[in-house]
């Protein structure tokens, strides 16, 4: 039998991609390749119109027969086809006037455990969006637009976490950023981080507390609060570990 691809949809990951000039790039969600019997394509919601779209391999090459964009006028038109290099943003063109994309259904392949991360210029359309059934369901958890109570998170960098047991890692490439607020968002797995605590400039360490408990869902920001008037954290420590998977890398923003 032929061996086929199925696509399993991870729908909310929003941190940021490389960004061309001219193009504002929020990572809306990624498709896991794995090597199975039989085909199957899901559905992923936009929630709206988009400008532009890129696609990225991580965790290797992916080869894709045809990536396909269903529209909201019912139309479907394969937007690419080809090799996506591991690490390398790929734009993907959309054909004529058609922006609001429903559906992408993927039939790609790679070497071994593969995904491929999504990421849209929604641009003008942020207003559509925000009108869209499923805002305030799901999209408003996420995006950094549209809400007072969303906070304009900046990418400073990731840790990866390997094994069933929490291990620790330091990230301290924090010079030059005042903080108001941290956030950390697992972007492969859910996670687990038995602690975490900052460094300030003063020297002193304070432990930081989770919202929601210490549960990371995949794709997801997850705010930390700063204690009183510090903010000039040097160093961040983690201890983590991957819930649902062998590994789990974990992004670091701040916000101003």
């Not at 919601?45 to 894709?64: H, Y």
């Not at 269903?70 to 004529?96: A, C, H, K, M, Y």
Request: hydrophobic share 40%.
């Amino acid at each position: 039998m032929k061996t086929a691809r199925r696509m399993a949809l991870s729908a909310f990951l929003c941190a940021g991609a490389a960004t061309p000039a001219l193009a504002a790039w929020d990572h809306i969600g990624s498709v896991t390749i794995d090597r199975h019997d039989g085909r199957d394509a899901r559905s992923f919601d936009f929630g709206g119109p988009v400008s532009a779209l890129q696609l990225r391999a991580e965790d290797g090459d992916v080869r894709c027969d045809a990536v396909r964009a269903t529209f909201g006028n019912g139309s479907v038109s394969t937007i690419f086809s080809g090799r996506l290099r591991e690490g390398r943003d790929t734009s993907v063109d959309l054909p004529g006037g058609n922006r609001a994309i429903t559906n992408l259904a993927f039939d790609c392949d790679s070497r071994g455990h593969a995904r491929i991360e999504i990421s849209a210029d929604v641009g003008q359309y942020h207003s559509e969006w925000m009108r869209g059934p499923n805002w305030q369901k799901s999209w408003a958890k996420v995006f950094n637009w549209g809400s007072n109570a969303v906070y304009d998170w900046k990418y400073l960098g990731q840790e990866r976490f390997e094994g069933r047991d929490d291990s620790e890692r330091a990230y301290v490439g924090w010079a030059g950023h005042g903080s108001e607020k941290i956030a950390l968002m697992p972007v492969n797995a859910d996670a687990r981080c038995s602690h975490v605590a900052a460094t300030f400039q003063n020297g002193a360490v304070q432990t930081l507390a989770l919202h929601d408990g210490d549960k990371l869902r995949k794709g997801l920001y997850h705010a930390l609060d700063l204690p009183g008037e510090r903010r000039n954290v040097t160093s961040l420590s983690l201890r983590c570990r991957a819930t649902d998977a062998s590994a789990v890398t974990i992004k670091i923003f701040t916000s101003k």
